[in-house]
């Protein structure tokens, strides 16, 4: 399983390579970081091992919580969709741990090519009372 994450977060690097830096929410004492890419971008071996499709209109995201101190936090993290014409479907999110290391990672489909999709995420953190959310837009495309 360390080998699959190690794939996984290998992906994670060569896919962040083109994005913008600034792929990251603040609220409280904690860092909210983000990036949604292509899911042919992914080793086969982790796209089996999450059940992540692979095809080419296929997407991937990833979200990790880190409290200020650097350390990883847990939350429940749920995130939707969202395409122009406002058809909103819920990208299903599992928990990875990796020692000290928590992601969140979940697919999603890319319907149609350079389509601006909007992302909706709500999380609360382990033992937090209250959601968090925020917004960010993202333009897709089928490779």
Same mark, same amino acid.
């Given at each position: 399983? @360390? =080998?699959?994450?190690?794939?996984? !977060?290998?992906?994670?690097?060569?896919?962040?390579?083109? *994005?913008? /830096?600034?792929? /990251?929410?603040?609220?409280?004492?904690?860092?909210? @970081?983000?990036?949604?890419?292509? /899911?042919?971008?992914?080793?086969? +071996? *982790?796209?089996?091992?999450?059940?992540? +499709?692979k095809g080419c209109g296929d997407g *991937?995201?990833? %979200?990790?919580? +880190? =409290?200020?101190?650097?350390?990883?936090a847990a939350a429940a993290v749920r995130? #939707?969709?969202?395409?122009?014409?406002?058809?909103? #479907?819920?990208?299903?999110?599992?928990? %990875?741990?990796?020692? =000290? #290391?928590?992601?969140? *990672?979940?697919?999603f489909a890319i319907t149609t090519d350079?389509?601006?999709?909007?992302?909706? %995420?709500?999380? +609360?953190?382990?033992?937090?009372?209250?959601? @968090?959310?925020?917004?960010?837009? =993202?333009? !897709?495309?089928?490779?």
């Amino acid at each position: 399983m @360390h =080998r699959l994450i190690t794939l996984l !977060m290998t992906a994670l690097l060569l896919a962040t390579a083109p *994005v913008r /830096a600034d792929n /990251a929410e603040y609220f409280d004492a904690y860092t909210v @970081h983000y990036n949604p890419f292509n /899911a042919n971008l992914l080793d086969q +071996r *982790v796209a089996e091992a999450y059940k992540l +499709r692979k095809g080419c209109g296929d997407g *991937v995201l990833t %979200v990790a919580l +880190r =409290r200020d101190d650097g350390t990883a936090a847990a939350a429940a993290v749920r995130v #939707s969709a969202v395409t122009l014409v406002g058809q909103r #479907s819920a990208i299903k999110m599992q928990e %990875v741990r990796d020692g =000290r #290391s928590i992601y969140y *990672v979940g697919g999603f489909a890319i319907t149609t090519d350079a389509e601006p999709l909007k992302f909706v %995420v709500t999380l +609360r953190t382990e033992g937090g009372t209250r959601d @968090h959310g925020f917004e960010f837009t =993202r333009q !897709m495309f089928r490779c």
